[in-house]
């Protein structure tokens, strides 16, 4: 009977764990992410990592790891992440990267998207993550979030992607985090 037990959380360990895919490597280094974006801590245990990219570019990509998301997340209201959760739902089967969790449109490269995944250590957590946006539904799910945590997510952006005056022109409502 135990080793019956053992066999099948093995098995359901295995379903939920997977290797961590080159999609969520750091364009910047060519490597797995190793440290959190916000406390420049090396990740241990539980951390996020979210891309976006436009016309086939990463324009901002990070790690944060759990107590830096805990502590942001305190700064988010209850409206605004019961909003986020009814807008991505969390199917408990991995999802498909190829197409946006939302509205379903294909991932193309040269179009406008952000990927969000939850990894242990050097592996892939797949519940309810990975997934992919696109970039109409990332602005949809802006639009949905209160205005005070718009503003707190403006803060960790330009905190942490300064980046050129011309990008802020492009891209008004994006680089900034959209699964906390
Ligand atoms: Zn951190
Ligand atoms: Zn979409």
Request: a negative charge; hydrophobic letters at 30%.
């Amino acid at each position: 009977m135990r080793r019956f037990l053992r066999h099948l959380l093995e098995g359901v360990q295995e379903r939920l764990f997977s290797d961590i895919p080159e999609d969520f490597h750091s364009v910047e280094t060519g490597e797995p992410f190793r440290t959190c974006i916000d406390c420049e801590q090396p990740l241990t245990g539980f951390y996020i990592i979210e891309k976006a990219f436009v016309n086939g570019d990463a324009i901002y990509e990070y790690a944060l790891c759990d107590s830096c998301s805990e502590s942001l997340g305190e700064d988010i209201s209850p409206e605004s992440k019961k909003h986020v959760r009814k807008f991505i739902g969390f199917p408990l089967k991995p999802r498909n990267l190829n197409r946006c969790a939302k509205c379903k449109t294909p991932r193309e490269e040269g179009g406008e998207h952000v990927i969000i995944g939850g990894f242990e250590e050097d592996k892939m957590l797949n519940l309810g993550l990975p997934l992919t946006l696109c970039g109409s539904c990332v602005d949809l799910l802006n639009e949905g979030m209160s205005k005070a945590t718009r503003d707190r997510l403006d803060e960790f952006e330009r905190e942490h992607f300064p980046g050129p005056p011309e990008m802020e022109i492009d891209l008004p409502k994006r680089p900034k985090p959209v699964l906390i």
